[in-house]
């Protein structure tokens, strides 16, 4: 009989998928809802690593076919080349379009003012609504993160913004079941979150697993840096020492990147995608807690620019 001593009982096939296995069929299956749903979206791509994630799994939702939607960049000035220029790498190796939102473009259209006070990446703010009122886009795919930041974990994944591009957490969608609601009234759009239910950790883990490819400075190198509220930032013509200030060369990495002006880079000897991954297990502080400097204007620094249309 089967079951019997000395006889080989077949197990049942084992169907799970693995934890990173999880999150992309998530993500692959928000991607093809929205495009299923409406009418107009884009993604937001800087070229970081969050948003190259992103891509790569809308490539796999969309395989073989090309992307059903353009990329859109919003272009502070202020930008590392080397995240440019993986971007580029990116844009062309997948032929799609990419729409370039320009902060200095939107101060010589009159679009925005520049009184000298306000962050490039605060400006990012009206030229970002003004790229998606422009381009009539319905749904803009981003690559936040709910473990980055509190005002970030309030977020749902379809994120309603009404029709001057504000966010209300307080007048959010439910979404149970992973069930979505896309309905817009006229001029409204949604900000799309499929990277919702990842960590920092989980998309180190599938960048190794994937082999994709990212911007040089994640990975530790020497670079001219000085110390400013707790931060490294680089030496730049744009970013100038203040009084006691000293510049000195370190080694060290990016664990996220954005406005040269406002972000830091941490020190690291972590030069492959195996040391990040041991460093990142281990770290007890955001990236964004430990090295975004627009995240520490006031407790609600984020919340707030968020509301007003931020990413």
């Not at 299956?29 to 690593?49: N, Q, Y």
């Not at 990116?90 to 799609?96: A, E, I, N, Q």
């Amino acid at each position: 009989m089967p079951g019997t001593r000395g006889e080989h009982v077949k197990s049942a096939a084992d169907y799970r998928l693995s934890q990173l296995d999880e999150l992309e069929s998530e993500s692959i299956h928000i991607f093809r809802e929205v495009v299923a749903e409406l009418e107009r979206p884009v993604l937001m791509f800087s070229g970081g690593k969050d948003s190259i994630v992103m891509l790569r799994l809308a490539e796999k939702a969309f395989h073989p076919a090309r992307l059903p939607f353009p990329l859109l960049q919003v272009d502070t000035g202020l930008d590392f080349p080397e995240v440019l220029a993986t971007r580029d790498a990116w844009v062309d190796r997948l032929g799609v379009n990419l729409v370039v939102a320009s902060v200095d473009q939107a101060i010589a259209d009159g679009i925005l003012v520049d009184d000298g006070r306000t962050s490039r990446n605060r400006m990012q703010i009206a030229t970002l609504l003004e790229a998606l009122e422009s381009g009539g886009f319905t749904a803009a795919f981003g690559g936040g993160r709910r473990d980055e930041e509190k005002a970030r974990a309030k977020e749902r994944v379809y994120s309603h913004r009404d029709e001057f591009g504000q966010w209300d957490p307080k007048n959010q969608r439910p979404e149970l079941w992973s069930l979505y609601n896309g309905r817009l009234h006229e001029g409204e759009h949604l900000r799309i979150f499929p990277l919702s239910n990842w960590t920092e950790l989980d998309i180190w883990h599938y960048i190794a697993r994937e082999r994709i490819e990212i911007p040089s400075i994640y990975f530790s190198h020497r670079r001219r840096v000085f110390e400013r509220d707790g931060m490294l930032l680089s030496e730049h013509p744009a970013n100038p020492c203040r009084e006691g200030e000293v510049v000195t060369e370190r080694t060290v990495r990016f664990r996220t990147v954005g406005d040269l002006s406002l972000t830091g880079c941490v020190e690291s000897t972590a030069a492959t995608l195996d040391e990040i991954v041991e460093e990142v297990a281990v770290a007890r502080v955001t990236e964004r807690g430990a090295t975004r400097g627009d995240d520490r204007f006031s407790e609600a620094a984020m919340e707030d620019r968020k509301k007003e249309g931020y990413f």
